[in-house]
Structure formats: structure tokens, C-alpha cells
């Protein structure tokens, strides 16, 4: 038995199998997901794949990385365009066709928005603390002595 030569397990290279080329996909996915502004060198390490292989899973979802990179880089300027586009397109017509429904929910963003933009409070929790206060100020000027 001392000579016996124990054989270790190699760790297996080339093509994963379908089980687990899908746990790698799944992998490669979630960190994309979760890191939008990731490297493909980063990404590769992160998942735990070659770099090539994260670039194939990439291109078989249709995920361009460098397009990903362009949106975190200028979403705010995206997100602003596409938003005077909807305003653009707000006619009077339009918003007098529309349910009340949704007028109540547009305002309400519009609303969110606006007092995210100037700095304000957009938790409905100040809003309401605010209207609860002024609710319980008393007027003196109007009190009758009795």
C-alpha cells in the first residue's frame, strides 16, 4: 500500500456541461444586473468565468456592454430628454381625454418630482405631518370669548 499512487480529480476545462453552462449564464447575468457600470475584465472576475465566455453570454442575450456604459454614463441627460418628450407630447387635448384616473396619478409624480427637484421632502409622511400641524393651528383672531 505504500506504493499505491492516489489519482486526484482534475478540475475539468473546456466547454461546460448544459447544467452548468446555465448556472454560469445565470452568473454572468446577475452580475451585469447588479453592477451596470462593471468592466468586462471585473465582470469576468466576479462571475467567476473566462473573459470570453462572459462576452459570449453577453452577445447571446443581446447585452452590448459598451451601450450599458454610454446609458450610466449619461443617464441623467437621457432620462431628461425622454422626459421633455412626454411633456412635448401632453396636449391639452390629450389631457382633457384622459381619465381622471390618470390625471390624479400624473399629478402626483409631477408633484413627487417637483419637490424632489427643489430639495423637498417627497415622503408622503412630511406631507401629511404638515397638513395635520396646520390643521391644529388656532386662530386667535377669531376666538369668541364667552
Known amino acids: 500500500m505504500e506504493n499505491e499512487t492516489v489519482i486526484q480529480p482534475t ?3 473546456g ?9 454560469l449564464q445565470q452568473s454572468v447575468a446577475q452580475v451585469i444586473q447588479n453592477n451596470p457600470g462593471i468592466s468586462g475584465r471585473e465582470l ?7 473573459p470570453s465566455t462572459a462576452r459570449a453570454y453577453l452577445a447571446k442575450y443581446g447585452i452590448n456592454k459598451g451601450e450599458i456604459d454610454l446609458f450610466v454614463d449619461n443617464r441623467v441627460d437621457i432620462v431628461r430628454s425622454k422626459q421633455q418628450m412626454i411633456l412635448d407630447n401632453m396636449t ?4 382633457k381625454g384622459a381619465a381622471f ?3 390624479a396619478v400624473a399629478y402626483g409624480i409631477l408633484l413627487d418630482k417637483d419637490r424632489l427637484e427643489s430639495g423637498q421632502s417627497t415622503q408622503n409622511i412630511a406631507s401629511w405631518t404638515k397638513v395635520v400641524t396646520d390643521s391644529h ?3 386667535k383672531s377669531k376666538t369668541v370669548d364667552i
Request: overall charge positive; proline content about 3%.
Open 11 to 13: 478540475k475539468r476545462r
Open 15 to 23: 466547454r461546460p456541461k448544459g447544467t452548468d453552462r446555465f448556472k
Open 44 to 50: 469576468a472576475e466576479t462571475a467567476e468565468v473566462a
Open 92 to 95: 391639452e387635448a390629450k389631457i
Open 101 to 103: 384616473r390618470d390625471m
Open 137 to 139: 393651528v388656532v386662530d
